[in-house]
């Protein structure tokens, strides 16, 4: 296990591939220690490989488990005097489906995952924010926080959730000099992607597929300013404006157009035959 050394610390969960994974490789070459916590120790491992073992310290995760994620915790704090610049909770799992016809346990394994274990580790990290000047707790969203998708609707419930979350302890948690921040990334070539749904992709646009070190360039941007909601790509605000002043119209374009219109007309003609 490394020790940070005086280095200025991150701990990210969902560490092992993906945006947690270049995350943790940017901020290792920008000279920080990087903790890494993630359920797929394999992947973490030849992490630890890639950047060094006095590089960090990784450790197997379950975000949904609150003990263990304060055991964690005390293991990333031991290896940095007690300090955390950054708390990146960006571990998260997809279920596609509609709603109706979804396991109910697969309902909350996806709520349990994106936002409890959100909570738990904002809730059990903050001693070491607060005694940590200029902290931030950065949290993944995504781009189905703009509007509520239909394929993906407790997926995109939890990201509201985290969405809101994040706006209002922004201004909690000021009163300890914590910043809070979010990413809401588009269409991210990671794992959590069905097979072949980056490489079917609009080649632009604000849904082409965008590679994971792009998220994580945004985390290393939103450590030095103060914004409070990072798009990836940045035309997803526009996206996010638009499903606030006109819910109706975004909802209509959604329901009759792209791949989701097409899915529902697919499911209609199959109850009709």
């Given at each position: ?27 290792h070459?920008?000279?920080w ?11 973490l ?56 016809e979804?396991a ?20 059990s ?94 985390v ?23 499903a ?29 035959g």
């Amino acid at each position: 296990m490394g020790s940070a050394n005086g280095r200025k610390s991150i701990f990210i969960t969902g560490a092992a591939s993906g945006m947690g994974r270049e995350t943790a490789k940017l901020f290792h070459e920008k000279g920080w220690f990087v903790g890494a916590f993630d359920q797929n120790l394999e992947g973490l491992t030849t992490l630890e490989a890639e950047i060094g073992a006095g590089n960090c310290l990784i450790r197997r995760l379950d975000v949904t488990d609150k003990k263990d994620y304060e055991k964690a915790l005390a293991e990333f704090g031991a290896a940095t005097g007690g300090k955390m610049d950054i708390l990146f909770n960006n571990a998260g799992i997809g279920a596609g489906g509609f709603f109706d016809e979804m396991a109910f346990e697969d309902v909350l394994k996806v709520v349990n995952v994106n936002f409890i274990g959100v909570l738990n580790g904002i809730h059990s990290a903050m001693p070491l924010l607060k005694a940590t000047p200029n902290a931030m707790c950065f949290t993944t969203s995504s781009s189905s926080a703009t509007y509520g998708m239909p394929g993906i609707a407790v997926y995109s419930a939890t990201k509201h959730a985290v969405k809101g979350l994040t706006e209002a302890l922004s201004i909690e948690f000021r009163r300890y000099g914590v910043r809070a921040a979010d990413v809401l990334p588009g269409l991210i070539d990671t794992p959590i992607l069905p097979p072949g749904a980056a490489a079917n992709a609009p080649k632009d646009g604000m849904f082409r597929a965008i590679p994971p070190v792009e998220v994580a360039k945004v985390v290393w941007e939103a450590y030095g300013s103060d914004k409070l909601h990072w798009y990836v790509p940045p035309e997803l605000a526009e996206l996010d404006k638009a499903a606030g002043n006109m819910p109706e119209l975004v909802r209509e374009q959604i329901a009759t157009t792209g791949p989701i219109a097409a899915l529902l007309k697919a499911a209609e003609d199959a109850k009709a035959g």
